[in-house]
């Protein structure tokens, strides 16, 4: 006999244990069947009870104490035709109940999706962003600019300040360094980060504000190069992440 069959039928390994036991000892008691085992008799009488019920096992007194004995295997294929019908029954019932399920789902909080985006996709970033944008009441997003990946990021999309335009969706941006220009419908600031003439130089430090981040509604993009120096990009897909982000680029705008 199959133990692997037996668990797929809902055996636990104890279970299994007892039940084959049975099978070849013959009507026992308790007592008899944990030794047998090497369980303990609280066990083997769960398992045995677990058993009882689904009709494998019945008991008989003898001598004032309790006997049990397996039943014939072929109530094995009685369970599994049981345990098909219970399934077709909760299966003709189980659309209503995902509906009901999701309903749920959909009241317990936001769950944050991200997406990655390969050097070739970065412009299905941008178009995101107008498409979100073109339907939210602000029709605005904001951005932290950074020059080293910019011209990565527009580069499959060298018409996107046009589109926006043309769409009437305004930006905020903030630079993260001396670069940029007002295109239209849009504001800039500049935060310059501060770096000695050796800082600057150093390999680690060329990657310093090369992450160039776009706010935009229930959205957050993060576009930067990698130690190849290629860009990849990851948008976070959260209302909280996207009201704490437009938080901090708020303040931060009024300060600058």
């Known amino acids: 006999m199959s133990i692997e069959l037996l668990r797929k039928i809902g055996f636990s390994d104890k279970t299994t244990q007892v039940y084959l036991a049975l099978l070849r000892l013959g009507p026992n008691s308790v007592r008899k069947l944990a030794e047998f085992c090497d369980l303990n008799r609280g066990t083997t009488y769960d398992s045995l009870r677990w058993l009882q019920e689904h009709g494998l096992v019945s008991f ?8 049990f004995m397996a039943e014939d295997p072929v ?19 189980l659309d209503k109940a995902v509906l009901e399920l999701q309903a749920v789902y959909n009241r317990g909080g936001e769950r944050p999706v991200a997406r990655y985006y390969e050097k070739d996709e970065l412009n299905r970033i941008l178009e995101d962003v107008l498409t979100t944008c ?16 910019k011209k990565y990021l527009y580069g499959n999309f060298p018409t996107f300040s046009d589109v926006r335009i043309a769409k009437g969706i305004a930006v905020k941006a903030i630079s993260l360094g001396g670069e940029g220009e007002l295109r239209g419908l849009d504001e800039r600031k500049w935060l310059v980060i501060g770096l000695d003439k050796q ?3 150093s390999k680690q430090d060329k990657h310093i504000g090369e992450t160039y981040i776009i706010i935009y509604p229930g959205k957050t993009a993060y576009i930067s190069l990698n130690a190849k120096s290629e860009p990849i990009g990851v948008v976070i897909e959260n209302y909280g992440v996207f009201e704490t982000q437009k938080i901090i680029f708020d303040n931060l705008w009024d300060k600058l």
């Open 60 to 67: 008989y007194k003898k001598d004032t104490k309790q006997c």
């Open 134 to 149: 073109e339907e939210d009441e602000e029709k605005m997003y904001r951005i932290y600019s950074a020059e080293g990946v």
């Open 75 to 93: 109530k094995l294929q009685h369970l599994v035709r049981s345990k098909k019908e219970e399934l077709e029954q909760v299966d003709s019932k």
């Open 199 to 201: 800082n600057r130089q």
